[in-house]
T-cell receptor, first 110, second 115 residues
């Protein structure tokens, strides 16, 4: 079946360092979404990528969709303590189902 | 604007007791509705989804069930809870139709502890 894997599973960075999480799907995705879940909270939508090779930016966050539409990445420049949380990618499956990636938990050390 | 309500926020239940978690959405019609479970420190596992009243699709066979008695109401139930049912239960909605994109909006979640 379809699988969406994320690496790394955990990442600890010093405040000010950059951070990147990678999302890899076993199948081609028509689109991909990224979510952030703060500790103790619920996932919150960040962005959706649709086009092959698409790059979108939100302030210090840069999202990229691979040319083959099977992988994606989220890069955070100069991390801040407010960036702490778990970042998930998600892609559609058949029908109205979605598969979430395994998530990357980011810890920012002040 | 659309809002999603999920309750209770926290629940402690004994093994073998029944369960009923409710989720309601406001400000939209005919949403796609989802129930996910998240174990501590883990990813999201899709349990059920619904595209309309009375239409439920199950992803994982287990002792949980879901119902959608009204357009914007989604209920997760169990007749007898197991220890393994402990976790963080999240309800989510999505606008129907491919043109709406695949963005899901999550409720605040219910932390269930089965003891």
């Amino acid at each position: 079946g379809q699988q969406v894997m994320q690496i790394p599973q955990y990442q600890h960075v010093q405040e000010g360092e950059d951070f990147t999480t990678y999302c890899n799907s076993s199948t081609t995705l028509s689109n991909i979404q990224w979510y952030k879940q703060r500790p103790g909270g619920h996932p919150v939508f960040l962005i959706q990528l649709v086009k092959s090779g698409e790059v979108k930016k939100q302030k210090r966050l840069t999202f990229q969709f691979g040319e083959a539409k099977k992988n994606s990445s989220l890069h955070i420049t100069a991390t801040q303590t407010t960036d702490v949380g778990t970042y998930f990618c998600a892609g559609p499956s058949t029908g109205n189902q979605f598969y979430f990636g395994t998530g990357t938990s980011l810890t920012v050390i002040p | 604007s659309q809002t999603i309500h999920q309750w209770p926020a926290t629940l402690v239940q004994p093994v073998g007791s029944p369960l009923s978690l409710e989720c309601t959405v406001e400000g939209t019609s005919n949403p796609n509705l989802y129930w996910y479970r998240q174990a501590a420190g883990r990813g999201l596992q899709l349990l059920f989804y619904s595209v309309g009243i009375g239409q439920i699709s199950s992803e994982v066979p287990q002792n949980l069930s879901a119902s959608r008695p009204q357009d914007r109401q989604f209920i997760l139930s169990s007749k007898k809870l197991l220890l393994s049912d402990s976790g963080f239960y999240l309800c989510a909605w999505r606008r129907p139709g491919a043109e709406a994109g695949n963005i899901q909006y999550f409720g605040a979640g219910t932390r269930l502890s089965v003891l």
